[in-house]
């Protein structure tokens, strides 16, 4: 039996739809049928060429969902669930750090560990089944698997995909108090997540500045109260709005999840003094942008932090937060379009020109 899997064969490359062989798990190595994969802004960027060191070709989907269809010597997910086929489970995309290095023992941050490789974007297609646009995927020995609570559907967690986790790591970073004033910048799957988490983590107000107005109408139902049209006005009363928000003295926390270099200059500005601006939208380059080391930091006092990728206390707080708040949490309406692996291209594009909020594959 051979899988079909939809290959990225390169920057600007056509989609490939090509067959690889049958999965064979070794000793603690699971085997999916994949239920759905994401589309999100970082296959975009990754198909554009805007990732470094990509093994091509690669099948992507880093975060994806499916049943357990064969498990050699697994019969507990990461937490300790028990675990039987058919299950519905997820997994940590991130696999492969090392625990002995400066980044993992010392530093506490396995995010950045050198050894660190991603399903769906660093590891090539002739390693196997290693991405989620494909009707399986081996999951190798020491994957950090979690099954899904009853309560959680499968869309409501595709819906929510990547974004879901780094909105959770997004706030979490921040350390933003109760009470805090938050101003997020995108209305894409991460900035409705961070501002769903900043709501239910005790924000006193939540401002959104995104687009387009299909995506900042679903944010009132994530916990945000005011929300700014990045098309449909200027910087000038994006700031006049903001600052009458927060009587003058700007937002307390700023989470950029936008991915567009311009939101950085603007996100500072609206920042108050002393404030916090989280970084978190640019997973990939996509050029520089001019700032003010006096003026956008220095003067301000800000304290700037960057959330590189997230780690797996990320993926089971916001899983226990989707199991709990699922109601606070509707991604299931985030999802804009179901792809077929054949669409895979169609897919990238339409999340580009943001004609969907959320691609999802089914393989």
């Known amino acids: 039996m051979a899988i079909r899997v939809a290959l990225m064969t390169g920057p600007e490359e056509p989609i490939r739809i090509t067959h690889l062989p049958d999965p064979e798990p070794g000793p603690g190595e699971v085997v999916l049928d994949t239920v759905a994969s ?57 696999h492969g750090t090392c625990h002995a290095c400066y980044q993992c023992t010392v530093a506490g941050q396995p995010n950045r560990c050198p050894s660190r490789r991603v399903y769906g974007i660093t590891f090539p297609a002739s390693d196997g089944l290693l991405g989620g646009w494909s009707e399986q995927i081996l999951l190798k020995a020491g994957v950090r698997i979690l099954k899904l609570a009853p309560e959680i559907e499968a869309d409501r967690f595709i819906g929510g995909g990547c974004g879901l986790f780094t909105g959770f790591a997004t706030v979490e970073r921040s350390g933003m108090r109760m009470g805090d004033t938050v101003l997020v910048q995108g209305s894409g799957p991460v900035g409705l997540a961070a501002a769903a988490f900043a ?85 990939t380059d996509v050029g520089p942008v001019e700032l003010n080391p006096h003026l956008d930091f220095n003067r301000k006092h800000v304290d700037l932090r960057g959330q590189w990728g997230t780690d797996f206390r990320h993926l089971v707080g916001a899983l226990q937060m989707l199991s709990r708040h699922g109601d606070r949490l509707p991604f299931e309406r985030v999802i804009g379009a179901r792809y077929p692996l054949e669409k895979a291209e169609e897919a990238l594009r339409d999340v580009e020109a943001l004609r969907v909020t959320k691609a999802v594959m089914v393989p």
């Open 38 to 94: 994401e589309v999100c802004g970082t296959d975009v960027h990754l198909w554009h060429g805007h990732l470094a060191g990509i093994p091509w070709p690669i099948i992507p989907g880093h975060v994806s969902i499916g049943r357990i269809a064969e498990a050699r010597g697994v019969e507990h997910d990461a937490l300790g669930e028990r675990l039987a086929p058919g299950d519905l489970v997820t997994f940590l995309d991130v």
């Open 199 to 283: 709501h239910l983590r005790g924000a006193g107000r939540v401002l959104m500045i995104g687009a387009p107005e299909a995506r900042l109408e679903l944010a009132e139902a994530f916990g945000v109260d005011l929300r700014l049209d990045l098309e449909r006005t200027h910087r000038a009363e994006r700031r006049s709005a903001i600052m009458e928000a927060t009587r003058g003295r700007g937002a307390d926390v700023v989470l950029e999840a936008s991915g567009n270099p311009n939101a950085l200059p603007e996100g500072l500005d609206l920042l108050r003094d002393g404030g916090r601006y989280i970084v978190a939208g640019h997973y």
